[in-house]
């Protein structure tokens, strides 16, 4: 099973890089459309190889789905807390009346004395 995930991620690193060397033509990203830069007299821009700029549009849809998961599931987390403090109240409880009541003690050893 090692061995195929192994072989697995050998592929996808094999098709990324030839993905990359497909796409390494280099493009310009501005920050503004150019007339509305040249109003604001602000030019951001960087030129970036075009595999450059869809992995990380990748990267940034991944973090982005992952923090929008986290946020969705929240509520989840937080009841399922609540839930697992009220258990182990109950627990202590019951431990707290079974040693009251005498329940842990050996039937057997009840029934002798």
Do not use: C
């Not at 450059?52 to 990267?59: E, Y």
């Amino acid at each position: 099973m090692k061995y195929i995930k192994y072989l697995f991620l050998a592929i996808i690193g094999l098709v990324l890089m030839v993905f990359a060397l497909a796409n390494r033509g280099a493009v310009t990203l501005r920050l503004m459309p150019e007339e509305l830069a040249s109003v604001l007299d602000m030019s951001a821009s960087i030129s970036l190889p075009l595999f450059v700029v869809m992995f990380l549009g990748i990267v940034a849809g991944l973090l982005i789905g992952f923090v929008w998961e986290w946020l969705r599931e929240f509520s989840q987390r937080r009841e399922l807390a609540r839930k697992e403090r009220e258990v182990h109240r109950l627990e202590r409880e019951v431990r707290v009346l079974k040693a009251k009541t005498g329940e842990d003690t050996d039937d057997v050893l009840a029934l002798v004395e």
